[in-house]
């Protein structure tokens, strides 16, 4: 399976250039492979399309050094970093625009939870990372039971010193079974500043369609005092690459669950996508996207389409070993 799915990525193989809005930038180039099914609606980059399976070399980040152990990573590790946007919220059904207002899933999101928990079961996770608000908090954590590995979800409070000490485990067999859930601001939402709570079409039928979708997906210019996402890449991806890279570059597999415009502008710096091309991302609640991280590279693998799908477990050796090794366990 391995052999004939890289055959076929390698006869449709393709080399896009693009031009990079940033000068430090210029030159930067994506290496595209599209494999299967592309899906029309999601223009450049097919993230919408469940079955879609598409993959991406990016160039080498600059990699930090391992704060914490300042050890330079294995040449030959690799890590899985999931990136899931939180499923349907009680505004998005009602079509307000939500922002940084704390607003939870409803009963479709809590199912789009589950069924993304299922499509990424066998994909190895150490680490979660999520926002500060429930609605991506509950989307990891149902996500999470779904897990075969079957270990427990939690979050750490270190908000104050005795929040830290008085969630305290004193058992290290406990925390072996356990994985920790980093809560973050930095990954919230885009602040939608005055827009908060008004209804999307309402808002276009007042200001226009043009403005209202220049403050929803141009990426330098905000809606009345809120955040454009340049602004929200500014702290979501600074958050990334602080405190998220040194994890992968330790071998740790990581999810995050957030928000449409966080992740936006996290792809945006995976995929080096310009300003122009980051206006026609679009990312569906609730649907997971698998990325492997190999010797200092992001490799874009789409979107996990569900633990049988064959295709998943040959994306990497190590992903294919840790399933068997799941499936000698549960059997
Ligand atoms: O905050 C919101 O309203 C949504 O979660 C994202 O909205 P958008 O698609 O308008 O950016």
């Known amino acids: 399976m391995a052999t004939s799915t890289s055959q076929h990525a390698l006869s449709s193989i393709k080399l896009l250039s693009t031009g990079c809005l940033h000068p430090d930038k210029r030159n930067c180039r994506v290496l595209s492979v599209s494999v299967g099914r592309r899906c029309p609606s999601a223009r450049n980059l097919g993230l919408l399309c469940a079955s879609n399976s598409q993959s991406s070399v990016i160039e ?35 079509n307000l625009f939500t922002g940084c207002v704390d607003v939870p899933l409803t009963p479709k999101g809590v199912d789009e939870a589950i069924e993304a928990g299922k499509r990424i079961c066998n994909i190895p996770v150490d680490v979660i990372y999520t926002s500060s608000l429930i609605r991506a908090q509950m989307t ?12 427990v979800p939690i979050i750490l409070h270190n908000e104050s010193e005795q929040a830290h000490m008085w969630s305290q485990i004193y058992s290290e067999e406990t925390k072996k079974q356990s994985i920790p859930v980093i809560t973050a601001w930095q990954l919230n939402e885009r602040m939608y500043g005055e827009l908060q709570g008004l209804n999307k079409q309402e808002t276009a039928d ?21 955040e454009s996402l340049e602004m929200c890449a500014e702290r979501a991806v600074a958050y990334f690459k602080d405190q998220i890279i040194p994890k992968l570059v330790d071998g740790k597999h990581v999810m995050i669950a957030a928000h449409g415009n966080s ?26 996207m698998l990325y492997i991280f190999k010797e200092g590279k992001f490799i874009r693998r789409g979107s996990p389409a569900g633990p049988s799908e064959a295709g998943v477990y040959a994306y990497t050796k190590n992903l294919a070993q840790y399933r068997q090794k799941l499936d000698g366990i549960v059997q």
């Open 263 to 288: 992740l936006r502008s996290i792809i945006m710096h995976l995929d080096k996508l310009t300003s122009q091309e980051v206006i026609s991302l679009e990312l569906s609640t609730g649907i997971p």
């Open 206 to 226: 007042r200001f226009g369609k043009e403005q209202v979708h220049e403050w929803r997906r141009s990426y330098d210019i905000p809606p009345p005092n809120g």
């Open 60 to 94: 080498p980040v600059q990699l930090p050094r391992s704060p914490k152990s300042g050890v330079t990573p294995k040449k030959s590790g690799e890590s899985a970093l999931i990136l899931i946007r939180h499923g349907e919220s009680l505004w998005n059904e009602k």
């Open 140 to 151: 990891a954590m149902l996500a999470m039971m779904q897990h075969r590995r079957k270990k």
